[in-house]
């Protein structure tokens, strides 16, 4: 069971639902509980952190131990999609003003995109124009990208050990192409950590959408 670790009063009982709807994969009862949190004044990211993001923690526990399977994850996936949607509104919309362009995708061979997605929406809420590139995205697509976007920060996305070396070879991509220039390069994803960022030459790497938005703010001095 999820705590109420922002502390802002939410109703526990309501995380809970939250919390277990995901976990079982009830997108309705997700929804409900979403709508009813927002309503109730909730603040979205404490339905995020406190409910939705522990729930699928715990779903990848539970696939990894043999306990549910691929269909399981990919309901609790669908949920979490789901309550995102009308989370996401609070989160995009509060920008003033434009700060920056930041492109992103998820590796080739990966389609894990709900992090991402994340990610994303908390850049719009602090003032980015988000170019997403969407899943499974060739290291070339990201040269392309670059080339046409003239993006501040380009993040780069993976979820899988497997999936790991794309996002060092996506790197040596866009440096073989010569297309680095003043773009900041930000690696993130369940599997990537500091250490791996550095060793691959990132600029940057955050473990969540929060401090993604702060570390892509820093290394470009805003
Ligand atoms: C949901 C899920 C799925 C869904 C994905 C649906 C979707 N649209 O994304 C489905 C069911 C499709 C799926 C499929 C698979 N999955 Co899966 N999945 C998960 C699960 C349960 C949750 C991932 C998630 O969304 N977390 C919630 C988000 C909010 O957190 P997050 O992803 O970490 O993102 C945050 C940070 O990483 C960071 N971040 C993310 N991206 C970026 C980018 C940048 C630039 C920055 C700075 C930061 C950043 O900010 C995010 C927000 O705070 C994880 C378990 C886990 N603990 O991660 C397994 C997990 C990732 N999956 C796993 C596996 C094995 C698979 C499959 C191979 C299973 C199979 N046998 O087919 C397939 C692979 C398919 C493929 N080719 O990609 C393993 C990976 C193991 C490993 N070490 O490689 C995990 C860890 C489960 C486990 N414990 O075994 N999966």
Redesign the pocket.
């Known amino acids: 069971m999820p705590d109420d670790q922002t502390g802002d009063g939410v109703n526990d009982s309501l995380l809970d639902s939250l919390y277990e709807a995901v976990l079982a994969g009830n997108a309705d009862i997700a929804v409900d509980s979403t709508r009813t949190g927002l309503g109730a004044g909730a603040e979205p990211l404490t339905l995020l952190f406190d409910a939705m993001?522990p729930a699928?923690?715990e779903?990848?526990?539970l696939?990894?131990s043999g306990e549910i399977f691929?269909p399981e994850?990919?309901v609790?996936?669908r949920a979490m999609?789901a309550s995102m949607a009308l989370i996401r509104p609070f989160l995009a919309d509060a920008a003033s003003a434009r700060v920056g362009v930041f492109v992103?995708g998820t590796v080739a061979?990966?389609?894990?995109?709900?992090?991402?997605n994340?990610?994303n929406v908390m850049l719009e809420g602090a003032g980015f124009e988000v170019i997403d590139l969407g899943v499974n995205v060739p290291a070339a697509d990201f040269v392309s990208a670059i080339i046409e976007h003239h993006p501040d920060a380009v993040?780069?996305?993976a979820?899988?050990?497997?999936t790991m070396p794309e996002v060092a070879g996506t790197i040596a991509a866009i440096d073989d192409a010569g297309v680095r220039g003043e773009t900041k390069i930000?690696?993130?994803?369940?599997?990537v950590n500091q250490e791996y960022a550095d060793r691959i030459g990132a600029d940057g790497?955050?473990?969540?959408?929060v401090s993604?938005v702060r570390?892509v703010k820093t290394l470009l001095g805003i």
Request: proline residues 4%.
């Open positions: 993001i699928l923690e779903v990848g526990r696939f990894e691929l994850m990919l609790s996936a999609q992103m061979g990966d389609i894990h995109d709900i992090g991402k994340l990610c993040g780069i996305s979820f899988l050990t497997t930000l690696v993130g994803g369940a599997p790497y955050a473990p969540n959408a993604a570390t």
